[in-house]
């Protein structure tokens, strides 16, 4: 059994920067993907970054690389998430979630079976 649990939301304002931490318990083996998810009130969870047990990384098109980083001192145990220069439109409830037993990660939210109960993040000016 695979839990996750994320910590380090909160509120915080525009240009400052967050790190989100995901604890994992149980094992996810060595083929398995860990993302990060955001939702907004009535939208569906969308990836923001996610990151291959072999430490190969995927963001989708619509994140902005150059402020949201997955950095490559994961362990299996604790997945982080990096988000540089917050704004407004970064506001959300942020999830951890793992797709366990494959090669390639994928963006959509269907394809990962555990999750964490969130950590909301709110960006105000």
């Known amino acids: 059994l695979v839990q996750l649990v994320e910590s380090g939301g909160g509120s915080a304002q525009v240009g400052e920067s967050l790190r989100l931490s995901c604890v994992v318990s149980g094992d996810i083996g060595d083929e398995a993907c860990m993302g990060w998810f955001r939702q907004v009130p009535g939208k569906e969870r969308e990836a923001v970054a996610i990151i291959h047990t072999d430490g190969e990384t995927t963001y989708p098109d619509s994140t902005d690389k150059g402020r949201f980083t997955i950095p490559q001192d994961n362990s299996k145990n604790t997945l982080y998430l990096r988000i540089n220069s917050l704004k407004p439109e970064d506001t959300g409830m942020y999830y951890c979630?793992?797709?366990?037993?494959?090669?390639?990660?994928?963006?959509?939210?269907?394809?990962?079976?555990?999750w964490g109960q969130g950590t909301q993040v709110t960006v105000t000016s």
């Open positions: 979630a793992t797709d366990l037993g494959v090669w390639v990660c994928y963006v959509e939210s269907t394809a990962y079976e555990n």
